[in-house]
């Protein structure tokens, strides 16, 4: 079965450092790896998705990579804002349905 | 487009009484998912759609949690006589179905609180 950790739990920079968010997973034989944020409250918004025969993907400010031999991923927000502050969550899919495995997230704080 | 849409928001029920929540996917998203977040448990998976039919109930955990799904489209998720570990975010997601390569897209959830 597949289990994803992530570290640290919490994290806080202030305005303007960069952000690595660390994921890892047990089971290599995945079929994608998924980032995405929740804000208190709400659902969760899909941020990257990395496919198995990737190494990387970037949107913006956001860059995740995917290393499979080691299980992990890692999520880097440049330059970060007040308005990143939320929780991060990776989940990896592996079997054909599409079931994701989640991580307990990573809750981000930016302060101004 | 409309995004996942979930209903009721909020839900507050006594225990032992029956609860249905209900998902509408993104038009033409053929698979949907159901999965709960709770404080002690983080995420988990509860069932998993292929239109109208059911591969995966692998997550739901006990026979007091059932789903269905009609017209390839909306999804009820019913607890029968809830007890206080049901209290929960019921997160409902769907997706195109092909497992490598589709994002799945996120409703907003039901808070189910059981007294």
């Known amino acids: 079965?597949?289990?994803?950790?992530?570290?640290?739990?919490?994290?806080?920079?202030?305005?303007?450092?960069?952000?690595?968010?660390?994921?890892?997973?047990?089971?290599?034989?995945?079929?994608?790896?998924?980032?995405?944020?929740?804000?208190?409250?709400?659902?969760?918004?899909?941020?990257?998705?990395?496919?198995?025969?990737?190494?990387?993907?970037?949107?913006?400010?956001?860059?995740a990579s995917l290393d499979k031999s080691s299980g992990r991923s890692t999520l880097y927000i440049a330059a970060s804002q007040p308005g990143d502050s939320a929780t991060y969550l990776c989940a990896g899919v592996s079997d054909s349905w599409g079931k994701l495995q989640f991580g307990a997230g990573t809750q981000v704080v930016v302060t101004p | 487009g409309a995004g996942v849409s979930q209903s009721p928001s909020n839900k507050v029920t006594e225990k032992g009484k029956d609860v249905e929540l209900r998902c509408d996917p993104i038009s033409g998203h053929t698979a949907l998912y159901w999965?709960?977040?709770?404080?002690?448990?983080?995420?988990?998976?509860?069932?998993?759609?292929?239109?109208?039919?059911?591969?995966?109930?692998?997550?739901?955990?006990?026979?007091?949690?059932?789903?269905?799904?009609?017209?390839?489209?909306?999804?009820?998720?019913?607890?029968?006589?809830?007890?206080?570990?049901?209290s929960a975010v019921y997160l409902c997601a769907s997706s195109s179905g092909q497992a490598d390569t589709d994002t799945q897209y996120f409703g907003p959830g039901t808070r189910l609180t059981v007294l």
Not at chain 1, 1 to 21: D, F, M, R, Y
């Open chain 1, 1 to 63: 079965k597949q289990e994803v950790t992530q570290i640290p739990a919490a994290l806080s920079v202030p305005e303007g450092e960069n952000l690595v968010l660390n994921c890892s997973f047990t089971d290599s034989a995945i079929y994608n790896l998924q980032w995405f944020r929740q804000d208190p409250g709400k659902g969760l918004t899909s941020l990257l998705l990395i496919q198995s025969s990737q190494r990387e993907q970037t949107s913006g400010r956001l860059n």
């Open chain 2, 35 to 86: 999965y709960r977040q709770s404080l002690g448990q983080g995420l988990e998976f509860l069932i998993y759609f292929q239109g109208n039919s059911a591969p995966d109930k692998s997550g739901l955990p006990s026979d007091r949690f059932s789903a269905e799904r009609t017209g390839g489209s909306v999804s009820t998720l019913t607890i029968q006589r809830t007890q206080q570990e049901d």
